[in-house]
Structure formats: structure tokens, C-alpha cells
């Protein structure tokens, strides 16, 4: 038997109804453009869910070195940024393409090596001292050479020892990668590489690799977040990307970033300005 017209107008007032109501509506979401120290230690598989249930926003990631993450937010490519070279944040912001930069975490470089530690550096708490010694040795050394923000903090350091890598001496690699990936190199090469200690800690396949050089004042390592001017970007998630921003800086942000470890050891130090 033939439905009636009043059957089939109730199931397509039902369907109408159904994929209008809010569980179908289109998903809250914005794009972070952010570094691969963030990615790889796993502190966004462990954060972001913990936003999305709290919000209803969705957080996309894109990570890349810190310099390419700036540049996705200049192209407006990206609604938020979050990055850690300091000097490059504030010039996208002098630049326009943010209003504000805010202060969210921080933790150290450390540098890495073989345990053979031909350049014998280990055990030193002078990153300028100990990137003299690598050199004067001429030994293995992997960079990211990716623009990121640990390879913009180990060309400074490279700077201060009065060391010119570019052009690049035969002991000297750049991978073009990002940390993971450079870290895997230098396991391969058993060389020194300079790392975020959260993606170190992370990082599975060490070799002979293990921590040599800690505890200088100049391997702090600060993060910030801005959210990319929508007033030079109109469709730019204003409302969003600030509530993401205002999250990772509150309490219960801040609480979240400090509770996340790996193996006991906390990876990343909350410092958002109260």
C-alpha cells in the first residue's frame, strides 16, 4: 500500500527538523597555526580535546617551524598563532598582523649528543662554552635549519660563540626539518642537535643520544599566542580564536598545560599574566 501525503509530509518535516537542529549544525572550529614542538610532544592530542568538550570548537592544527607558522598567519591562512621565538612575534605584531601577544608556557633547550660526547661538553651549564667546544672539535652537528624557533635560538647561540655556520661547515647539517625528524638524524649521525626538552622527552628513538648540556639562563624557552587581525583578515574567526586564547590563559588552561606529563616529568610551565 501507497503511503499517505500526510505520512510522507511528517517524515519530511522530521528529516527537515533533524538536520536543522543544533547536533547537525556546522561545527564550531578554527585553524592554529603552530610549531612542531607543540605537535610532537603531544600536548595538543592531550589539550585540545579538553577545549573542544569545554567550547565546542574544534582546534585544526597546521604544525610547521615557527617561521613558517608566522607566515601562514600573514598570508591570514590561520586564525590564532602559537609559536616560541619572541623577536618574531612581536614583529608580526608591529607588523599588523596581530594587535596583542600573549605570554602561555614556557620550558628550556636543551642540548643533546652521543654519549661518546667527543667535544666533551657534558655535564656544562654554558650553551656558549659548550657550542665553542662542538666547534673547535669540528663535530657532528644536525640543526633544524627549518626557520622554526629552536633553529632561530641555535643560530643565536651559534652567534654568541662567535661560530659562522653559514655557509655551513662540513661538520654542520641543516635537515630542513622539523624536531622530530631532526632528532631522528641526529641519532643517525650520532650528533649534537639542540632540542625542545618537551619533544626530547617525547622522543622514542634516541640511540646513544642523551641530554649533555642543561640549566643555562639563555635556554629558556617561551611561547606566546596571538590571534591574527581580522581587521587586515575580515574572515578571520574573531569570536573563536580569542576563545581559545582567553581558554589556554585561564585558570583551567593553565591547569591543563601544567598537568600534562610524560614519564612523571612536566613538560611544559604555565606563565600566562593573571
Do not use: C
Not at 655535564?123 to 633553529?151: C, L
Not at 576563545?243 to 585558570?251: G, L, Y
Request: hydrophobic share 40%; aromatic share 10%; glycine share 10%.
Amino acid at each position: 500500500m501507497k503511503p499517505s501525503f500526510n505520512r510522507i509530509l511528517a517524515a519530511a518535516i522530521t528529516a527537515v527538523t533533524l538536520f536543522t537542529s543544533p547536533a547537525f549544525a556546522q561545527e564550531k572550529s578554527i585553524v592554529l597555526s603552530s610549531t612542531t614542538s607543540t605537535e610532537q610532544s603531544g600536548l595538543f592530542g592531550f589539550m585540545l580535546p579538553i577545549f573542544k568538550m569545554k567550547t565546542g570548537i574544534d582546534v585544526k592544527v597546521v604544525a610547521v617551524g615557527t617561521g613558517q607558522a608566522l607566515d601562514i598567519g600573514r598570508r591570514g591562512d590561520a586564525d590564532v598563532v602559537f609559536v616560541h621565538d619572541k623577536p618574531a612575534e612581536e614583529k608580526f605584531v608591529s607588523e599588523g598582523f596581530a594587535t596583542k601577544r600573549t605570554e602561555v608556557m614556557y620550558n628550556d633547550f636543551v642540548l643533546i649528543g652521543p654519549k661518546s660526547d667527543p667535544a666533551k661538553i657534558a655535564g656544562g651549564k654554558d650553551i656558549k662554552v659548550a657550542f665553542q667546544k662542538i666547534a673547535a672539535a669540528q663535530a657532528p652537528f644536525a640543526s633544524r635549519g627549518d626557520k622554526s624557533g629552536t633553529h632561530a635560538a641555535e643560530l643565536r647561540y651559534w652567534k654568541d660563540a662567535g661560530v659562522s655556520v653559514a655557509p655551513g661547515p662540513t661538520w654542520y647539517k641543516e635537515t630542513g626539518s622539523g624536531m622530530g625528524p631532526a632528532l631522528n638524524t641526529a641519532s643517525g649521525m650520532n650528533a649534537y642537535i639542540l632540542a625542545d626538552r618537551a619533544t626530547w622527552l617525547s622522543f622514542k628513538n634516541r640511540g646513544d643520544l642523551t641530554i649533555l648540556v642543561q640549566g643555562d639562563p639563555k635556554l629558556f624557552n617561551q611561547y606566546g599566542v596571538m590571534l591574527v587581525n581580522p581587521a587586515k583578515y575580515p574572515h578571520v574567526k574573531k569570536a573563536e580564536g580569542q576563545e581559545f586564547i582567553d581558554w589556554i590563559t585561564s585558570k583551567n588552561g593553565q591547569d591543563v598545560i601544567a598537568s600534562y606529563q610524560i614519564g612523571g616529568e612536566q613538560l611544559f610551565f604555565p606563565n600566562a599574566k593573571k
